[in-house]
């Protein structure tokens, strides 16, 4: 976990709430950019539980906090001053708020026009629906998930994670990414946009694809593939595993680490197409076969035939699974005069400069003298700013 980091050369400006905009942050933090959280005064939970909390401090570990009041003229003053060396600014306002308050991107790319200015909206900055409140579960069934998610006949169920959000974070963080390859060449700066919205319906991907291309309408299909069978969720003894046989060659290698080759070759069964169709007695056929065996003992036979397979875990499961462990997805950030906190460890590595879990975020404002300092200002200068409740 040491060295510069991958983005040790940015500075990135979070002006971002909730979790679609930390979570984009987030990757650059995680990987060495110099990332100031600006703050409200006295701003502590963001919604998300108390400032020393998991989920807060999982969002927005590496990073420094400025308090700094946007809504009066000062503060903005000195956002600008901020905007003229850094390199990124990412922000989660409504487009009428941004605007209001002087900080759009027009005002900012005039401050520096090198400046990647990344939105996250929830339904986009333009259309009819731009000045609506985003919220993730309204992003998940106005993109479809939630139409294709759950048992069928049971209607629309939410994802158990808030995907929208997510996505929307991690597709800012690659749009922010490709425009800093562009800078390279060009030297200007550009504004990337994205939604909860637009990235829930990209992640739909083949879903989605398949209306647009063959016209047809998914629907909830439980634990089973809709297309791809048998791939589903099967009981075993001491649990309950995945299982993901599509194709012939594949089935065939399950129904053999069954001890059940005939059912390989039964004319219900005999065609993916079939298995699809015919996918109610194809899963009781393999749930009958799978119901009694250990769940360690079936996941040895079935990877040993080269099925794709796991288990099924619960969170605390999870983070005790050898590979996980392996590959360091719970990582120990230092915290000051306390024990140092675990969190979700990024998850992809680079092989010469990997990511760095520097510290957890401090109290709002904690590092409001060495950011201003970095800016020229004076002690006097930094006093004034306190006094008169702009940090």
């Not at 701003?43 to 998991?54: H, L, M, Q, S």
């Not at 390859?181 to 992640?203: D, I």
């Not at 007695?281 to 099925?307: C, D, F, Y």
Request: proline fraction near 5%; charged fraction near 20%; include cysteine.
């Amino acid at each position: 976990m040491m060295g510069a980091g991958a983005l040790a050369d940015l500075k990135v400006i979070d002006l971002t709430r909730v979790r679609a905009g930390p979570s984009c942050v987030r990757v650059f933090a995680d990987w060495g950019a110099d990332v100031i959280r600006v703050e409200q005064r006295g701003d502590g939970e963001d919604g998300f539980g108390p400032r020393a909390g998991a989920d807060f401090q999982n969002l927005h570990r590496n990073k420094r906090s400025l308090t700094l009041d946007l809504k009066r003229a000062r503060g903005v003053a000195v956002l600008k001053q901020l905007v003229a060396g850094a390199d990124v600014l990412v922000e989660n306002y409504r487009p009428a708020v941004k605007t209001r308050l002087g900080i759009d991107y027009d005002t900012l790319a005039a401050v520096n026009p090198r400046l990647i200015y990344a939105s996250i909206s929830g339904f986009g900055e333009t259309g009819p629906y731009r000045d609506h409140a985003g919220f993730d579960q309204v992003a998940q069934g106005m993109g479809g998930l939630m139409w294709t998610t759950g048992l069928p006949g049971q209607g629309p169920l939410r994802a158990g994670t808030p995907i929208a959000d997510l996505s929307a974070g991690l597709y800012a963080a690659l749009g922010i990414l490709v425009a800093l390859q562009e800078r390279s060449r060009s030297g200007r700066g550009q504004w990337v946009q994205t939604s909860l919205l637009a990235a829930m319906v990209a992640m739909m991907d083949f879903q989605a694809a398949r209306y647009l291309v063959e016209g047809e309408v998914a629907g909830q299909a439980g634990n089973d593939h809709p297309t791809s069978m048998p791939t589903s969720v099967y009981p075993c003894a001491d649990g309950y595993i995945n299982i993901a046989a599509s194709g012939d060659a594949i089935y065939a290698r399950l129904c053999a680490a069954l001890g059940a080759e005939s059912l390989a070759v039964e004319d219900e069964f005999a065609s993916s197409a079939l298995r699809s169709r015919n996918r109610v007695a194809l899963n009781a056929r393999i749930a009958a076969l799978t119901h009694t065996r250990p769940m360690r003992e079936l996941l040895a036979s079935l990877n040993q035939a080269g099925v794709p397979c796991g288990p099924i875990y619960k969170m605390n499961e999870v983070f005790d699974d050898p590979q996980v462990r392996h590959l360091g997805l719970a990582t120990p950030v230092p915290r000051v005069d306390a024990e140092p906190l675990t969190l979700v460890g990024p998850a992809f590595s680079l092989s010469r400069t990997p990511p760095a879990m520097r510290n957890t975020l401090a109290a709002a404002g904690a590092d409001n003298l060495s950011v201003l300092r970095e800016l020229g200002m004076s002690d006097d200068d930094i006093a004034a700013l306190a006094r008169d409740a702009i940090i």
